[in-house]
């Protein structure tokens, strides 16, 4: 059991070809749960979504973003255990372990309202 909680990982990666829209797309092996998607821009603007689980190969289209300078994906292995961050900035994706507090997510609408996106302040 502990060999196979150490060979799933999930990695979730932001990317954005061949059109204009973004799509979060795990290339880990085992499934993302609990996934916070937060966009910000440089100004302290940011919206958060939650995102329903993410198979291992599957991609979620993000729509287009109101504020793309910064992208985050928060998430958990399937254990709960092991929390991840995926930070992308200028496309390139950085992916790391968290050893604080996993965001919060009440009040956080979920995927479905995506297209529906209103500037949120911090």
Known sequence: MLGFLHITRPILVFIRRPDENWRL?????????????????????????????????????????????????CYKDSSGLRRYKTVCRSWVNKVSLIWWRFPSTRGTPDETRLDKQTPKTP
């Open 25 to 73: 797309k795990n290339i880990g092996k085992g499934c993302a749960f609990q996934v916070v998607f937060k966009q910000e821009d440089g100004q302290g603007q940011s919206l958060s979504h939650i995102i329903y689980p993410i198979a291992d190969g599957e991609e979620v289209p993000l729509g287009k973003l109101k504020h793309g300078e910064t992208l985050n994906a």
